[in-house]
């Protein structure tokens, strides 16, 4: 039986296909598009799907659809009701997609697809919740999702045991934590729902100083971690902007303009709304262990790309073991779709299973024949390794601090870039990570870089507490004994002049709060990238590399063999490893492009 996801419309639409319930694809839909976060129906996401299952669009006994838009569409009318005449505009401005496409899930399935089968329904939450505890490793655990909104939604947590899901509580639209930490999203002028990750690596340079205005002002928390806001400050519900004058007058004065200078005030913002996203969660587990008995616990929806939150989740919740899925915003919902069709639906049996996402390489690969197709067509000039040599240079390249973009086997499921689309560096390096900020992704110099540690090797850096971290959605604390001491004066400095000390022996991946987002990997999930990163090991006595995701700033990861050589163009990157190719940037033609492309990408 063929069963084939969708997520769509709102942002990060996806594709995923299930063969007799094992995982064998899954893509977003901006892989193909090149639009980020692109929300329109996943057609080229869906047909790789289907191209990787080796079938026909005849050949789907079902296609599962991760919302119910006519329950959505319910909220949407009964918030503008309640709020008219206020966010008329708004309502003029939401209508004509709704009208035009959200509505008719059925015809656009359809047409888009060529499709004449059964059409399946989950609710968001639930494909959250299947998202989150299917793939897992365990027989039974807790759930928490937590999101902007879905239907009506926006906090659930239930229980999975073995195929069966069962949702205990949920928390409502207009309340939201998702939706609170994208109004600050926006107020420090970057970009919802893009942008919550750039709120969450500024936050260290700031202070908590407007925790307790927050917590007065904006949001009631209860000790169960449920919680109630004061929507007099908000303007998502029925306006176009997220926050209004009264939110400003709390906070001092208006939001910050895009791509203006980053002042101290958005520095206290962004480290105080963590904080109270923290203690939330932290209040939340607590109380669904309580609820539920269950020693596991799983995560999905937006808010689970908090990885900052999920280390102290893993750290000081009573929870014994973690997973949160690696895709775990809207795009996972369409894996979580066809898995809650499978077992919940069709009532199949489910074996836990903790490769069964298969480390979420689930996206496109392409054959060394078909990458020296592409280079020879295009004259670019290549050395060809043999596989086995590849692991080797690689390494002795990032030891001489050279950035290399890293194009190997599957792309990722999921935001992160995780040794399959990746750009690399030497983590000793005291200059690597105002280098790769600046003249790679040309993206905000505040922004910090994660680390791959070898599995076996993590502890001896990273505070996991032995935990594993695969999917790069945690925060640990770099080993003490791994930090330098840093002198009085050191310690005083503040703001962005932060990012001059080194705090570390690996001061390219340690945050200035001493904390990494840290990857770990096995052999057994990417044998390529664990023997390169043992290489390198060897070679230097450290076994952890800088990986960053393989694209610019405003573009999706790249995913053919194409794109990573346009990006390995358009940037200071050194060589680019395709494959078996290796490529020098100094044995390449002068790059030529219409206009200037880097003129939207201002450098902070």
């Not at 505040?446 to 971290?469: I, K, M, N, Q, V």
């Not at 004994?481 to 001059?500: C, I, N, T, Y």
Request: charged fraction near 25%; include cysteine; charge should be negative.
């Amino acid at each position: 039986m063929n069963i084939l996801g969708i997520s769509a419309f709102y942002h990060d639409s996806a594709a995923a296909l299930l063969c007799d319930g094992e995982i064998v694809a899954a893509a977003q839909e901006e892989r193909f598009s090149r639009k980020k976060h692109d929300p329109c129906f996943p057609k080229h996401a869906a047909a790789y799907c289907l191209e990787e299952g080796g079938l026909d669009i005849s050949q789907i006994d079902y296609v599962a659809f991760y919302d119910k838009p006519l329950v959505k569409f319910e909220r949407l009318l009964m918030s503008y009701l309640a709020l008219a005449p206020k966010g008329y505009l708004s309502f003029l401005s939401q209508m004509p997609s709704w009208l035009k496409e959200k509505l008719f899930v059925p015809s656009i399935i359809r047409k888009e697809l060529g499709y004449d089968g059964k059409i399946l329904y989950s609710t968001h939450h639930l494909s959250h919740a299947a998202a989150a505890f299917y793939p897992s490793p365990f027989e039974d655990s807790a759930i928490i999702t937590v999101d902007g909104v879905g239907e009506w939604a926006t906090t659930t947590y239930g229980i999975g045991e073995g195929a069966d899901i069962r949702i205990l509580k949920q928390i409502n639209f207009p309340h939201s934590l998702g939706l609170l930490y994208s109004a600050f999203t926006y107020f420090c002028g970057f970009k919802v729902n893009s942008g919550e990750y750039k709120l969450m690596g500024l936050a260290p340079y700031g202070e908590p100083r407007y925790v307790d205005i927050i917590k007065e002002k904006l949001i009631e928390i209860r000790d169960d971690g449920s919680f109630r806001m004061d929507m007099r400050y908000f303007d998502y519900c029925a306006g176009l902007r997220m926050t209004n004058r009264e939110f400003a007058e709390l906070f001092g004065g208006p939001e910050r303009t895009p791509e203006s200078r980053i002042s101290q005030r958005e520095m206290d913002l962004a480290r105080s709304v963590q904080a109270v996203t923290e203690e939330i969660l932290l209040k939340m587990a607590a109380h669904v262990h309580q609820e539920t008995g269950k020693k596991n616990l799983v995560l999905a929806g937006g808010v689970a790309l908090n990885c900052v939150a999920n280390g102290r989740i893993l750290r000081e919740s009573p929870f014994a073991s973690l997973w949160i899925q690696p895709c775990a915003g809207d795009g996972g919902n369409a894996l979580g779709a066809a898995l809650f069709a499978w077992h919940q639906l069709l009532r199949k049996e489910r074996v836990p299973d903790a490769r069964r996402q298969k480390a979420t390489y689930l996206g496109p690969s392409f054959s060394d024949d078909a990458i020296q197709q592409f280079l020879d067509a295009r004259k670019v000039p290549y050395t060809r390794l043999a596989p086995e040599e590849v692991p080797a240079k690689v390494a002795e390249l990032l030891a001489s601090e050279k950035v290399v973009g890293w194009h190997q086997g599957r792309m990722e499921f999921g935001p992160r870039a995780l040794g399959g689309r990746s750009i690399l560096g030497d983590p000793r390096s005291r200059e690597m990570q105002s280098v790769l900020n600046l003249k790679i992704k040309f993206r905000e110099s505040f922004r910090p870089f994660a680390p791959t540690a070898l599995a076996d090797h993590a502890d001896d850096y990273f505070d996991l507490r032995g935990h594993e971290s695969p999917y790069m959605l945690l925060v640990a604390d770099v080993l003490e004994s791994r930090l330098r001491h840093l002198s009085e004066e050191e310690q005083q400095v503040a703001g962005f002049d932060k990012l001059r000390v080194i705090r570390s022996e690996l001061p390219a991946i340690t945050h200035v709060d001493n904390s990494a987002r840290v990857q770990t990997v096995r052999r057994e999930d990417h044998p390529l990238y664990y023997d390169m990163i043992r290489a390198f090991y060897e070679r230097t006595g450290c076994p952890v590399v800088i990986n960053t995701s393989f694209n610019v700033r405003g573009e999706p990861i790249v995913c053919t063999p194409e794109e990573s050589y346009t990006c390995f163009m358009r940037t200071r990157m050194d060589y680019l490893c395709l494959g078996s190719f290796l490529l020098n940037k100094e044995e390449q033609e002068a790059w030529e492009e219409e206009g200037d492309w880097r003129e939207e990408f201002e450098l902070d």
